[in-house]
């Protein structure tokens, strides 16, 4: 990238810089219009200055944009602040998180190739991997996340991904990700981490050894529930095939939405210490409560991976799950005494929220299922925001109250 980024300024400026400056600075490239803010650049497509300048940028030959399924010069932007906070070569947006899932499977797989996923991931990726890339001849295999010695006794001589998220939804398992890269590159396989929940600031699983990087960006990228979208980030050797599965299947992102998370990008850092602050005392103040039996938060020394947590992460995340004496109808009470947090499945608000799992974002396992997950009907899961944490840990006393 030699491109001029700004008057005087050139992009090999912020070689060294540190994470908060690329994360208010990087990907922007102005335009002689001198404007401060990034440019929201909303067109379908891209006038030639002649039929040979054209000729020459759909050949590859002069760089250049051509049409915005391919690139879009904001999109742009937030794909480079991404890859530079990610320490990724590459980074490409999706319109969505899944469709970064589904982009790089479709991209790096083929019918006939094995994939290993760990068994506690977003419920919307084990539809996907079942229902849809099994149809295309995929094979797909469940791990438990912290069972190294399972994940190697599972592989098989066709198995191609890793795919794990870390920690997990909603009970906070982690995947030693240095551990698991190293065994996936002995047996010539590929570690994709989804990093939607820790975001770049509290981990990065590429410096861990991970080939791809996999987020939601509709979660705290955003940070404040507007958009939806996702990004891929990577070697290029591998993202040059993601991109070219984006620019021909077209689940590509919105170039609003990339203005949104550029935006979103500048105060992560701020939002998630503030995330992981509030968590970290309400988790505590959960776990001294009589009518709470056990708290899960990896910020917890009460739990088991603290130390890896601390080795792998340098936060430990907006997500507390636990759970009360009395089953799904104590559950269910508390939730309901609630007043200020918002009763929905969504996380990396900058609003709480608080859900039962077992009968929403879980509610479609069997019963049986459900229990071999660790989802017992007294859980409860809550994503903590930006209020006040007094204000918080007092609606939480409403939920106790109620018990
Ligand atoms: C929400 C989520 C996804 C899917 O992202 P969308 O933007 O809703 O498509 C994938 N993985 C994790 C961990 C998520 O929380």
Redesign the pocket.
């Known amino acids: 990238m030699s491109q001029e980024w700004d008057a005087g300024r050139l992009d090999s400026d912020l070689d060294g810089v540190a994470f908060d400056t690329l994360a208010v600075r990087a990907g922007q490239h102005r335009s002689p219009e001198g404007e401060h803010g990034e440019p929201l650049f909303f067109t379908s497509s891209y006038v030639f200055r002649s039929a040979a300048d054209a000729a020459a940028r759909f050949a590859g030959d002069v760089p250049g944009n051509v049409y915005s399924r391919y690139t879009n010069p904001t999109v742009r932007a937030f794909e480079e602040r991404i890859a530079a906070l990610e320490g990724a070569e590459q980074a490409v947006a999706t319109s969505?998180?899944?469709?970064?899932?589904l982009a790089s499977v479709m991209a790096l797989c083929s019918a006939g190739d094995h994939i290993l996923v760990s068994r506690s991931?977003?419920g919307?990726?084990v539809t996907l991997f079942e229902k849809y890339f099994k149809r295309f001849g995929i094979q797909v295999d469940y791990v438990p996340l912290t069972d190294l010695a399972a994940w190697e006794r599972a592989f098989k001589p066709n198995t191609k991904l890793l795919f794990v998220?870390s920690p997990s939804?909603p009970l906070a398992e982690l995947a030693d990700i240095a551990a698991l890269a190293e065994l996936a590159h002995v047996k010539a396989a590929w570690l994709v981490v989804?990093n939607?929940?820790c975001t770049p600031v509290l981990q990065k699983p590429l410096a861990l050894g991970a080939d791809i990087v996999?987020h939601?960006?509709?979660?705290f990228i955003d940070g404040q529930g507007r958009c939806?979208?996702?990004v891929v980030a990577g070697r290029a050797e591998q993202m040059k095939e993601v991109v070219g599965f984006l620019r021909t299947a077209g689940p590509t992102m919105s170039p609003f939405n990339a203005w949104v998370f550029l935006k979103g990008l500048e105060t992560l850092r701020l939002r998630m210490q503030a995330h992981c602050a509030s968590a970290q005392a309400l988790a505590q103040w959960l776990e001294q409560q009589p009518g709470v039996s056990r708290v899960y938060y990896a910020g917890l020394p009460s739990h088991p991976q603290h130390e890896l947590a601390k080795r792998q992460q340098t936060g430990f995340g907006a997500v507390v799950s636990f759970e009360v004496a009395g089953g799904k109808e104590a559950a269910w009470r508390f939730i309901d005494a609630t007043r200020l947090i918002s009763i929905t499945a969504n996380?990396?608000d900058s609003k709480t929220t608080i859900t039962h799992p077992g009968t929403t974002t879980h509610g479609r396992l069997s019963p049986e299922d459900r229990a071999a997950a660790g989802i017992s009907d007294s859980l409860i899961r809550l994503a903590i925001g930006l209020e006040d944490v007094v204000d918080l840990q007092a609606d939480l006393a409403r939920g106790l109250a109620a018990l």
């Open positions: 969505s998180g899944m469709s970064a899932i991931v977003f919307a990726t998220e939804n989804d939607c929940f996999i939601s960006a509709t979660k939806l979208g996702g996380l990396g």
